[in-house]
């Protein structure tokens, strides 16, 4: 389905990211991952400039073209409580500026009927307390996902996809874990990224500037203290 194509990745060295990089080879692409890890192919913090430009002049010098640009890198979760202004600064860099940039920088590359998909979270539509970095940054790269979309069609369409629950060491789950997902089980990585790979496909060819909520129906359940067992104690 990718042969031929190039894929750049943010984050791919773990989790969702390493997941979605295996899918994309496993269809025949030419993966390029960004990753703090040194195992990455190319080394570095998203969440700084210089790095992004040194990456996009990396992907231009090995292949001179994108088709695909998954932007995963996750920001830091902190909460009201102790994050401190850098730190909200920088969760903003990593999960809403670096996306934009990279797209941007990446501009001259794409071929038309190129991707992005941006990974946002299903906390850009509800919250657990003490999570403002991270669910800012993922409110600002759901709403960031619609506006790149409009202004880039229709050379390149422009989706994001927000998890739910995915546990990334693929560990089972039972009992209440499981049975509150109306899907009746946790997700996993594989999950996210088999929705990245039709995000980016022809078979999504006229879907842009949507976001997909990948996470088992969680967020459509309605719950209510002492609906079917449920109770809120405090």
Request: charged share 25%; with cysteine; aromatic share 12%.
């Given at each position: 389905m990718f042969r031929d194509k190039v894929v750049v990745i943010t984050g791919g060295?773990?989790?969702?990211?390493?997941?979605?990089?295996?899918?994309?080879?496993?269809?025949g692409a030419e993966t390029f991952v960004i990753d703090t890890d040194p195992r990455a192919d190319f080394t570095g913090d998203v969440g700084d400039r210089e790095t992004l430009e040194r990456f996009a002049e990396a992907v231009k010098t090995r292949f001179g073209l994108a088709d695909c640009l998954v932007n995963n890198a996750p920001p830091p979760m902190r909460g009201i409580d102790s994050c401190s202004?850098?730190?909200?600064?920088?969760?903003?860099?990593?999960?809403?500026?670096?996306?934009?940039?990279?797209?941007?920088?990446l501009l001259p590359l794409f071929r038309d009927g190129a991707a992005v998909v941006n990974i946002?979270?299903?906390?850009?539509?509800?919250?657990?307390p003490m999570t403002e970095s991270y669910t800012a940054a993922k409110g600002g790269i759901s709403a960031l996902t619609h506006s790149m979309a409009v202004s880039l069609g229709p050379k390149i369409r422009v989706n994001s996809?927000?998890?739910?629950?995915?546990?990334?060491?693929?560990?089972?789950?039972?009992?209440?874990?499981?049975?509150q997902q109306p899907a009746g089980r946790v997700g996993n990585p594989d999950d996210i990224?088999?929705?990245?790979?039709?995000?980016?496909?022809?078979?999504?060819g006229f879907i842009t500037g949507e976001?997909?909520?990948?996470?088992?129906?969680?967020?459509?359940?309605?719950?209510?203290h002492g609906d079917h067992g449920w109770t809120l104690e405090r």
């Open positions: 060295c773990h989790g969702i990211g390493l997941a979605t990089a295996r899918a994309f080879r496993r269809e202004y850098e730190e909200f600064e920088r969760a903003l860099r990593i999960g809403v500026t670096a996306p934009f940039y990279l797209t941007k920088l946002s979270s299903s906390r850009d539509r509800q919250s657990q996809i927000s998890p739910g629950w995915i546990d990334t060491e693929y560990r089972t789950y039972d009992g209440p874990d499981a049975a990224a088999e929705a990245v790979l039709f995000l980016c496909s022809e078979k999504a976001n997909l909520c990948v996470d088992g129906g969680m967020t459509r359940l309605m719950v209510f």
